[in-house]
C-alpha cells in the first residue's frame, strides 16, 4: 500500500473516531468515499450540514405532516462506465448521534419515478433513521410519476435500455450498497436494522429487493406494489379504449352512480352497511341492471343511466380479455372510484370527451410505440391488444417482479409485510392477491416470512371509505427486531372506527356488536364457495401471453 493511500485510510479512521467527539460527526464532501462498487465509477460526492429545515412530509402509504430536522445531506452521483448515464443517490444522515437510532431506511418512488426526494427521506429522519433514495438516473418525483417524459428513449424507436434497467432494479442494490458505506463512515458503525418501504411503484420496488437483493434488507414493507407494471399499466387503458370505440363518453356523474348502485347493491354482503364492499369477489353487481335510472348531477341536472355507460364501466370492472388470445388483466373492484384514472373525461356545456390520464396513456407513445408523437386515440382494439402482447414481451424481466420463488429472502432472515386496498382506483388488487396465491403454492409456510393483508374500501395507498393501516411499519420493525408476528394489522378511520386487517387468506368478516369496534370483527378463512372457484392466480396465468 502506497504512503498516500496508507494516509487516506488512516484519515477515513481518525474522522469516524472524531465523529463522536461531542456526538456531532464531520459532514464534508471530503468526509466520504465511493464505496467497492463493480461496474460504477463515482462522478462527486456533495455534502453539507442543514439545520432546522422543514417540509411537508409522509411516511409512505401514510398521511402528510410538516416536520422539521437538521441533517447531513449527501449526495453520492455516480456513472456505470458505458451506459452514459448519471444516478444520484442521496443520503441525509441525523445530524448528531445522539438524533440517530441505529437504523437505515429506503424510500421508494411512485409511478415512473425512482424516488420522491425530501417527501419521504424527511419523515424517515424525524423518525431517527438515516434516509436514503434514488433517481434511478432520470427525473424524478412526484411530477414526474405520470409523465416518463424524455428518460425512456434515447431517439424515437430506441429505449433507453440502461435507464430501464436502473429504473427496473440495479439502482436499488446501488442505492442500498452506498447508503451503507456512507453511513458506517459517519456514523462509524454499520446500520443496525435496514429497512425498504414503499408504495405503489415503490411496493414494487420493495419485491424486487426482496427477489432479485434478497440479503440487502431485514425487513421491507411493500404497500399496493405496482407487480407486473408492464400488464396494468396498459390493461388500465382498456375502458378508454371502449370510449374511444363506441364515441361515447360519459360524465363523471354517471360513472359515479353505477359505482355507487354497486355499492348499495354489496355492501351488506359482510353484514354492516358501512360503503364499503370487503368481499368484491362475491359481488356480482351487474351495470346493466340499472341502465334507464335517473340520478341527480352537482349541476342539478338529471341523467338517465346508459347502455354505452354500463359497457364503459363493465370494461373497468372486468378488464380486458381477448377472444383470441391468452392476454389480458384484471380490473378495479366495484368499490373503486373510476373516475380517478380509468374513465376520465372532461365535460363542457353538457359535452363530454375523453381525457385519459397521463399515468396510463403514456404507456403507449414512451413504451410500446417508442414514439412521444403516437396517437393514442386512433388505436384499434386489435393494436391494443398487440400492445398488451408487445408490452409483456419486452419489459417483464425488468420491470415485471412477479418471481414467486422468495427463498433467498426467507435464508437470509428477511420478514416482508404487504398490503393492498380492495378499492385500489389505479392499481387492480387482484393481481397482488394472485401473486401471493403464486408465493404460497411454491412455499406454503411462506406467511411465516411474508404476509400479505387486504384493506377493504382504502384506495391506491391512502383514500377511500375504508380504515386504513397507519402503523404498519411499526409492525415490521416488531417482527423484525422482536419477532412479533403480524397476526392482524390494526386499521382506523378519522371517525374513530377501528377493524382489524386480515393476513390472506383469511377475511375480515363482521361477527356482531359496534361495527365502529374492532371486536365486531374477525379474520375467518374464506368459505367453500370461493375455492370453487379456483385460484386467482390460474386466472392470472390465463390471461397473460405464454
Known amino acids: 500500500m502506497s504512503f498516500w493511500m496508507l494516509f487516506a485510510v488512516e484519515l477515513s479512521i481518525s474522522q469516524a473516531l472524531l ?46 405532516t410538516t416536520s422539521h430536522i437538521s441533517f447531513c445531506n449527501t449526495t453520492v452521483t455516480y456513472t456505470h462506465p458505458g451506459w452514459n448515464d448519471t444516478v444520484n443517490v442521496e443520503v441525509w444522515l441525523p445530524l448528531e448521534q445522539k438524533d440517530w437510532n441505529g437504523k437505515l431506511e429506503a424510500v421508494g418512488g411512485g409511478g415512473y419515478s425512482a424516488g420522491f426526494g425530501a417527501l419521504f427521506l424527511t419523515q424517515a429522519v424525524v423518525d431517527g433513521y ?81 427477489q432479485r437483493y434478497p440479503d440487502l434488507y431485514d425487513g421491507i414493507l411493500s404497500q399496493a406494489p405496482a407487480i407486473n407494471f408492464e400488464n396494468f399499466i396498459p390493461a388500465g387503458y382498456w375502458a378508454q379504449q371502449v370510449m374511444n370505440d363506441l364515441g ?181 388488487p387482484n393481481g397482488t392477491i394472485a401473486y401471493y396465491q403464486e408465493v404460497l403454492e411454491l412455499d406454503p409456510s411462506a406467511h411465516e416470512f411474508y404476509r400479505f393483508f387486504e384493506a377493504p374500501g382504502v384506495g391506491h395507498c391512502a383514500g377511500g371509505s375504508g380504515p386504513f393501516p397507519n402503523e404498519i411499519f411499526k409492525e415490521l420493525i416488531a417482527w423484525v427486531e422482536d419477532g412479533v408476528v403480524p397476526e392482524r394489522l390494526n386499521a382506523s378511520s378519522a371517525d374513530g372506527t377501528v377493524r382489524p386487517l386480515c393476513p390472506y387468506p383469511s377475511r375480515q368478516t363482521y361477527v356482531g356488536g359496534d361495527p365502529s369496534e374492532a371486536g365486531s370483527f374477525a379474520c375467518v378463512s374464506r368459505g367453500a364457495e370461493d375455492k370453487d372457484k379456483g385460484l386467482l392466480a390460474d386466472i392470472f396465468q390465463f390471461y397473460r401471453p405464454s
Open 248 to 428: 361515447v363518453y360519459p360524465s363523471p356523474c354517471e360513472i359515479n352512480a353505477f359505482t355507487k348502485a354497486a355499492i348499495e347493491a354489496c355492501d351488506m354482503l359482510d353484514g354492516v352497511r358501512d360503503g364499503v364492499i370487503s368481499a368484491p369477489d362475491l359481488c356480482h353487481f351487474n351495470p346493466h341492471s340499472v341502465v334507464g335510472q335517473n340520478v341527480s348531477c352537482n349541476d342539478t341536472t338529471t341523467r338517465m343511466l346508459t347502455k354505452a355507460g354500463a359497457h364503459i364501466v363493465e370494461a373497468a370492472w372486468d378488464g380486458p380479455h381477448s377472444p383470441t388470445d391468452n392476454i389480458g388483466w384484471f380490473g378495479l373492484n366495484k368499490d373503486a372510484s373510476l373516475t380517478g384514472a380509468y374513465v376520465t373525461t372532461n365535460c363542457s356545456s353538457g359535452t363530454c370527451s375523453g381525457a385519459p390520464t397521463p399515468l396510463l396513456s403514456n404507456w403507449f407513445p414512451y413504451f410500446v410505440a417508442k414514439d412521444p408523437d403516437f396517437a393514442i386515440a386512433n388505436m384499434t382494439v386489435a393494436d391494443f391488444f398487440a400492445a398488451l402482447r408487445l408490452s409483456d414481451l419486452e419489459y417483464k424481466s425488468m420491470l415485471g417482479t412477479a418471481c414467486p420463488d422468495l427463498s433467498g429472502f426467507r435464508d437470509a432472515g428477511g420478514k416482508m409485510i404487504s398490503w393492498h386496498g380492495l378499492a385500489d382506483e389505479i392499481i387492480p
Open 130 to 210: 438515516v434516509a436514503i433514495d434514488t433517481d434511478a438516473g432520470h427525473e424524478f418525483g412526484p411530477s414526474v410519476a405520470q409523465h416518463p417524459g424524455g428518460w425512456v428513449l434515447v431517439s424515437p424507436g430506441n429505449v433507453n435500455w440502461y435507464l430501464m434497467d436502473n429504473f427496473g432494479s440495479r439502482s436499488l442494490y446501488d442505492m442500498t450498497i452506498i447508503g451503507k458505506a456512507i453511513t458506517e463512515t459517519y456514523f462509524g458503525r454499520k446500520p443496525t436494522y435496514s429497512y425498504f418501504a414503499g408504495c405503489s411503484q415503490g411496493g414494487r420496488q420493495g419485491l424486487m429487493i426482496a
Open 19 to 64: 465523529s463522536s467527539v461531542g456526538g456531532t460527526p464531520f459532514c464534508s464532501s471530503s468526509s466520504f468515499a465511493f464505496p467497492e462498487l463493480e461496474g460504477a465509477e463515482l462522478v462527486r460526492i456533495n455534502a453539507n450540514a442543514v439545520h432546522n429545515y422543514t417540509a411537508r412530509s409522509v411516511r409512505s402509504g401514510s398521511l402528510v
